[in-house]
């Protein structure tokens, strides 16, 4: 059975890390940001956290980000968990603020989440999610692309982050298909 959590901490756990606090003013944020064109299927390239004991690699269950859609202006992130027998999908949607490439979400217990979409090519994504869960604010960093092994500049970039933040790398996880089907 799939552990029940609130949806943006299921985010957070997808991307699997979480990093040094940022205010939302300190964020970059891709100018002219058009979400309709990072819709589809996205691959982790790199993850960071300032706390890497946030996703153990030694856990059988993961939770992988598979793709992002839009829908009029809202964006949802398609993820799903799976290991140990367990495949199930998890949809977490954050809507626009009024600033460009930010979006926010909320689920119970008031709690919160802001997406900057940080850099893009629309081949390759920076993004930065910021969580507020009872109080506790959790910084998400992570380097996507529709190919691996993803472009070398944006990794370049990425990394200069990584190293401002002083964060740590965390695991990947990556999901080939979605769900298979269940057997007879």
Same mark, same amino acid.
């Given at each position: 059975?799939?552990?029940?959590?609130?949806?943006?901490?299921?985010? =957070?756990?997808?991307?699997?890390? =979480?990093?040094?606090?940022?205010?939302?003013?300190?964020?970059? &944020?891709?100018?002219?940001?058009? =979400?309709?064109?990072? *819709? @589809?299927?996205?691959?982790?390239?790199?993850? =960071?956290? +300032?706390?890497?004991?946030?996703? +153990?690699?030694?856990?059988?269950?993961?939770?992988?980000?598979?793709?992002?859609?839009?829908?009029?202006? %809202?964006?949802? $992130?398609?993820? #799903?968990?799976?290991?140990? /027998? &367990?495949?199930? @999908?998890?949809?977490?949607?954050?809507?626009?603020?009024?600033?460009?490439?930010?979006?926010? /979400? +909320?689920?119970?217990? @008031?709690?919160?989440?802001?997406?900057? $979409?940080?850099?893009?090519?629309?081949?390759?994504?920076?993004?930065?999610?910021?969580? *507020?869960?009872?109080? *506790? &604010?959790? +910084?998400?960093?992570?380097?996507?692309?529709?190919?691996?092994?993803? %472009?070398?500049?944006?990794?370049?970039?990425?990394?200069?982050?990584?190293?401002?933040?002083?964060?740590?790398?965390?695991?990947? #996880?990556?999901?080939?298909?979605?769900?298979?089907?269940?057997?007879?």
């Amino acid at each position: 059975m799939v552990p029940q959590r609130g949806p943006l901490l299921l985010l =957070a756990l997808s991307l699997g890390l =979480a990093c040094a606090q940022q205010t939302l003013e300190e964020v970059p &944020v891709q100018p002219g940001f058009n =979400a309709q064109k990072v *819709e @589809g299927r996205w691959l982790t390239i790199q993850l =960071a956290s +300032s706390r890497a004991h946030l996703v +153990s690699p030694a856990d059988p269950l993961r939770l992988g980000l598979h793709s992002i859609w839009t829908r009029d202006e %809202d964006v949802t $992130f398609v993820l #799903f968990w799976t290991g140990e /027998g &367990v495949c199930q @999908g998890v949809n977490v949607t954050v809507h626009p603020t009024g600033l460009q490439g930010q979006f926010q /979400g +909320s689920w119970e217990g @008031g709690n919160s989440m802001h997406v900057c $979409f940080v850099g893009t090519d629309y081949s390759n994504l920076v993004l930065y999610v910021r969580l *507020e869960d009872a109080g *506790e &604010v959790t +910084s998400l960093w992570a380097l996507l692309a529709r190919t691996t092994p993803g %472009d070398p500049t944006w990794l370049g970039k990425y990394l200069e982050y990584v190293r401002e933040l002083r964060l740590h790398k965390a695991p990947v #996880f990556n999901l080939d298909a979605r769900c298979p089907p269940a057997e007879a």
